[in-house]
């Protein structure tokens, strides 16, 4: 690690901690040549494989950004997506996988969305799993009502 004010290759970590939720760890760091100390942040990168082939890292800002398209005019609060991103991120990581294919994101997002609100999860479901007809449309909210009666029995 190179000191960001000197740019000598040489740093020591004086303190290691890990951060509130587990996912990083804090280190303090000295660099041996100017004495001067800064922190960095160590994350492990999880890795999205899109259908195209490409793969890129993870991010949790996208996951809420679809969602919030979902939510649009929907009573659907900024902490109320920032909680599902959170909840996504933390169940594929927690799959154990450092490679996830692009559907398995989608997979996570249905059931906390279902959960916060019915109609966003409609709309993000009918374009995720392209629905064609109105008979997807029907079928989807018919598991939707006879979850909600099992739930109420």
Same mark, same amino acid.
Do not use: W
């Given at each position: 690690?190179? #000191?960001?004010? #000197?740019?000598?290759?040489?740093?020591?970590?004086?303190?290691?901690?890990?951060?509130?939720?587990?996912?990083?760890?804090?280190?303090?760091?000295?660099?041996?040549?100017?004495?001067?100390?800064?922190?960095?942040?160590?994350?492990? @990168? @999880?890795?999205?494989?899109?259908?195209?082939?490409?793969?890129?890292?993870?991010?949790?800002?996208?996951?809420?950004?679809?969602?919030?398209?979902?939510?649009?005019?929907?009573?659907?609060?900024?902490?109320?997506?920032?909680? @599902?991103?959170?909840?996504?991120?933390?169940?594929?990581?927690?799959?154990?996988?450092?490679?996830?294919?692009?559907?398995?994101?989608? @997979?996570?997002?249905?059931?906390?969305?279902?959960?916060?609100?019915?109609?966003?999860?409609?709309?993000?479901?009918?374009?995720?799993?392209?629905?064609?007809?109105?008979?997807?449309?029907?079928?989807?909210?018919?598991?939707?009502?006879?979850?909600?009666?099992?739930?109420?029995?």
């Amino acid at each position: 690690m190179h #000191c960001p004010f #000197c740019r000598h290759p040489d740093t020591r970590v004086v303190d290691s901690r890990s951060t509130e939720d587990g996912a990083a760890i804090r280190r303090r760091r000295t660099c041996s040549e100017c004495g001067r100390r800064f922190t960095t942040q160590e994350t492990v @990168l @999880l890795m999205v494989s899109k259908r195209s082939g490409v793969t890129e890292p993870f991010s949790r800002d996208k996951v809420v950004a679809g969602v919030r398209r979902a939510c649009q005019g929907r009573p659907v609060g900024e902490d109320s997506l920032a909680q @599902l991103g959170q909840l996504v991120e933390e169940n594929i990581r927690g799959t154990g996988c450092a490679e996830i294919a692009s559907h398995e994101v989608g @997979l996570a997002i249905l059931g906390p969305l279902r959960e916060l609100d019915e109609v966003a999860y409609l709309r993000f479901a009918s374009v995720y799993r392209g629905f064609e007809t109105l008979a997807d449309f029907e079928a989807e909210i018919e598991q939707l009502r006879g979850a909600r009666t099992a739930v109420q029995q």
